[in-house]
């Protein structure tokens, strides 16, 4: 159907999202990289205003999270992303590859002493993101199921068209989970450790103008939720893409075919985030079509990342492209992920350890793809396998 519309109509409104939708590759780059003209604030908004009840929940408490990264402009915005950056270093990452190959070994121990078919979603994907993502913020092993359940009700209240009585028991989720962000920067805050979250308490240096405990606590809030939820669905996006073909799977497994190439390959195929929100600040035109200022865009990644004109046979999954790391997944311009080379790291090592440990690890046949519904992310539900 995205191939359709980009086709015959690549910018149109949709009444049932109330918004304009953006569908080809130079477009959604041209408004991803345009802070000028397409304002990010709307895009943590919920997809559907809340409800009376489910606002009063948000508003009575002491939830308070503001524009700081994905939903925020210039200059704000800069300043932040400046900030937040200084401990991600590429030396940070690099020395978390070791803790993430013994936890993506330690889960896949877990598969092989299992039962058979598994589901690798459940029994890899699904939680060796958060487990490497919480030893980098500081966050106890012991509190990865619970953080993931908030994570994944956010999905829903942000990003999907949740009834009146699910956004009251969503909201309600929401606080909570930022009520335990909170916490975990008031521990931080006395007693810092080996974290981001502990260096950037020790570049605040107790100096509210630096950083606010209130600016960490809403950073803590949204990293908990934006550093997993798309690397755990890329991941099975990969291996939902790259099992079926048998002959690529060899060559993984006999080394013949290098997994960072396959790894960009299933993000552009396949993205974790499929679109993404800005509202236009003028009236601007987009694709000989002109949006009113205040309109709201959803630019959708997987449509452009598949648009015949970039991408040649976009359909097909072929790791050798020559534009294989052209793709928009990460986004584009000043709110290029951050975390990009961590997600890059641990989907290729699922794949690198899958393929080592389990050569002969393929797709249960005829199996129903359950999503997560919602306009942005592709969160593969259940992935059966065997070997």
């Not at 304002?39 to 489910?54: R, T, V």
């Not at 509210?208 to 934006?226: C, P, Q």
């Not at 002109?290 to 990644?301: D, H, K, Y």
Request: charged share 25%.
């Amino acid at each position: 159907m995205l191939a359709s519309l980009r086709a015959q109509e690549p910018v149109f409104f949709s009444p049932t999202l109330g918004t304009w939708v953006v569908t080809r590759y130079e477009s959604v780059k041209k408004v991803l990289r345009d802070p000028q003209r397409f304002s990010a604030l709307i895009a943590s908004d919920p997809l559907k205003p809340l409800c009376p009840h489910a606002r009063a929940i948000v508003a009575n408490s002491e939830f308070d999270v503001p524009p700081m990264l994905v939903n925020n402009d210039p200059p704000s915005h800069t300043r932040y992303r400046t900030l937040f950056s200084k401990p991600l270093e590429r030396a940070r990452f690099d020395a978390l590859e070791p803790f993430t190959r013994e936890t993506v070994d330690a889960y896949i121990d877990r598969l092989v002493a299992g039962p058979r078919p598994a589901d690798l979603v459940a029994g890899l994907t699904w939680d060796v993101p958060a487990v490497v993502l919480f030893r980098l913020l500081g966050v106890p092993d012991e509190d990865v199921a619970l953080v993931k359940s908030y994570a994944d009700s956010r999905v829903v209240l942000t990003w999907g068209l949740p009834t009146d009585e699910e956004q009251v028991r969503l909201a309600g989720g929401a606080v909570e989970f930022y009520r335990y962000a909170a916490r975990l920067v008031a521990r931080k805050a006395e007693e810092p450790g080996d974290d981001y979250l502990s260096d950037l308490i020790r570049i605040r240096n107790g100096d509210d103008s630096v950083l606010t405990l209130r600016e960490l606590t809403a950073l803590a809030f949204n990293l908990l939720f934006a550093g997993h939820e798309t690397t755990s669905s890329a991941a099975a996006n990969l291996f939902k893409a790259v099992l079926p073909n048998r002959s690529l799977w060899n060559d993984i497994v006999n080394g013949g075919q290098p997994p960072g190439p396959v790894v960009e390959e299933a993000l552009r195929f396949d993205p974790p985030v499929q679109a993404w929100r800005r509202q236009a600040k003028e009236d601007v035109e987009v694709d000989g079509v002109l949006i009113p200022a205040e309109s709201r865009l959803l630019v959708v990644l997987a449509a452009a990342n598949r648009d015949p004109d970039q991408f040649a046979a976009p359909d097909l999954f072929d790791p050798a492209r020559r534009n294989v790391m052209q793709h928009t997944t990460f986004g584009a311009g000043t709110h290029f992920c951050l975390g990009a080379p961590l997600a890059r790291q641990e989907v290729r090592v699922m794949l690198e350890q899958a393929a080592r440990r389990l050569p002969g690890l393929q797709l249960v046949p005829d199996q129903k793809w359950n999503y997560t519904p919602n306009t942005s992310f592709r969160a593969l539900g259940q992935l059966m396998v065997t070997w």
